[in-house]
């Protein structure tokens, strides 16, 4: 009952880009471009994307946490083009109007939103991805789609994560541990739930 009450539905989108060449951000000098560039202009800018959300509706003026990865690893695209990844606020698991309708409205959107910070990026274009919460729910097998496999509220967080009696990475399932995105301290790039998931199987075993 404890894992069925999770709250896990996504509220991100993920954007890949294939450009024919590196995107130029107003502002932005070349060693930013190669740094994590978040488009969110104030506090009340990111307040009124997230609004939306909670109407099962995407804001018109996204916010976004972007990188260019093919600028640190040349391998990731052909000389002289670019590829863009970013993560896209808010994205309801549940979009009102069904994302098989809403998902080119979202991404026209996101399009436009990166115009106004890289004029002229939408002509360099060459394929475009984008995976809604529902799409990474299909692709990787997660339930709801949460790039954290969970909401990271107070109440699924430190000793609650995932749930209240599960939060040292062994479950009641013997053998069976969890080292994901899912348990403490939740996700990104840390790999912290894995190092400590070690560490209690390293510790349990002896």
Not at 184 to 203: D, F, M, Q, W, Y
Request: include cysteine; aromatic fraction near 6%.
């Amino acid at each position: 009952r404890k894992v069925k009450n999770n709250r896990m539905k996504g509220d991100a989108a993920k954007l890949h880009l294939a450009l024919d060449r590196p995107p130029q951000f107003t502002g932005v000098d070349a060693a930013g471009h190669k740094g994590r560039l978040v488009m969110a202009p104030s506090p009340d800018h990111i307040e009124r994307a997230f609004n939306p959300s909670k109407y099962g509706e995407f804001s018109p003026e996204p916010v976004m946490e972007i990188t260019l990865p093919s600028l640190a690893d040349s391998s990731l695209a052909p000389d002289g083009a670019c590829v863009l990844s970013a993560v896209v606020q808010y994205a309801p698991y549940a979009l009102k109007e069904g994302w098989s309708v809403g998902k080119s409205k979202f991404l026209k959107a996101i399009m436009a939103q990166l115009e106004i910070y890289a004029p002229g990026i939408g002509k360099t274009v060459l394929h475009a991805e984008l995976l809604t919460p529902a799409d990474i729910e299909a692709r990787y097998r997660m339930p709801g789609g949460h790039w954290h496999h969970g909401e990271l509220q107070a109440d699924q967080m430190l000793m609650s994560r995932p749930v209240s009696g599960w939060s040292g990475y062994d479950t009641p399932i013997d053998g069976l541990f969890l080292a994901g995105a899912g348990s403490h301290p939740g996700g990104g790039v840390s790999g912290a739930p894995g190092l400590n998931a070690a560490r209690r199987i390293i510790g349990m075993k002896g």
